[in-house]
């Protein structure tokens, strides 16, 4: 099983900063990796695919990168709906998630 | 519009049987690997079992091997997960969501999920 893990765990910023969420995977999964949002009550929503793909709709303040087993996601400028958790998920070996990276107003 | 509505959740007893309904609408269903993925409480995601688009495909993870099923009816445009033998680390909110067309991708619809608690 190809193990994702998250950093941090939990990140305290204010709107309009930038942030930066990491994901690393056991062994290399290519650039079959994405990037969902959750919020409380809600689906897992889609912000990225292969890396670095937004998905329709997805504002562009959002962003993806890395490849092989380290990637990350970043939010350029912050706004209040952005405050969520979010997930990384390998699909190169069957799929697995990351532990989750909670984003909170700091 | 892309829909995936979960069903059937609730509480059971712990060895008892459950069946999830996803009613999909706005694509066809047998066009796409489907999945039910799961997350119980403080836990990460965990994705469970797919089928893709022919039917011929069907996969399971460790976890639930023998005890869950999952299986779709086209005319009713509807993906189920029969689950038996439940035990009290299958307590979780059930999702159903679409994968790729012809092979495993990113999820890119997922329904509310439904709760399923197993207890005595």
């Known amino acids: 099983e190809i193990v994702m893990t998250q950093s941090p765990a939990t990140l305290s910023l204010s709107p309009g900063e930038r942030a930066t969420l990491s994901c690393r995977a056991s062994?290399?999964?290519?650039?079959?990796l994405a990037w969902y949002q959750r919020k409380p009550g809600q689906a897992p929503r889609l912000l990225i695919y292969?890396?670095?793909t937004r998905a329709a709709g997805i504002p562009a303040r959002f962003s993806g990168s890395g490849s092989g087993t380290e990637f990350t996601l970043t939010i350029s400028s912050l706004q209040s709906e952005d405050f969520a958790v979010y997930y990384c998920?390998?699909?190169?070996?069957?799929?697995?998630f990351g532990q989750g990276t909670k984003l909170e107003i700091k | 519009q892309v829909k995936l509505v979960e069903s059937g959740g609730g509480m059971v007893s712990p060895g008892g049987s459950l069946r999830l309904s996803c009613a999909a609408s706005?694509?066809?269903?047998?066009?796409?690997?489907m999945s039910w993925i799961r997350q119980a409480p403080g836990k990460r995601l965990e994705w469970i079992s797919y089928?893709?688009?022919?039917?011929?495909?069907?996969y399971y993870a460790d976890s639930v091997k023998g005890r869950f099923t999952i299986s779709r009816d086209t005319v009713k445009k509807s993906l189920y997960l029969q689950m038996n033998s439940l035990r009290s680390d299958d307590t979780a909110v059930y999702f159903c969501a679409r994968g790729g067309m012809t092979k495993l991708d990113w999820f890119d619809s997922w329904g509310q999920g439904t709760l399923v608690t197993v207890s005595p």
């Open positions: 292969d890396t670095s």
């Open positions: 062994q290399s999964v290519g650039s079959n």
């Open positions: 706005g694509f066809t269903l047998t066009d796409y690997y």
């Open positions: 998920q390998q699909y190169n070996y069957y799929y697995t």
């Open positions: 089928i893709n688009g022919t039917g011929k495909s069907i």
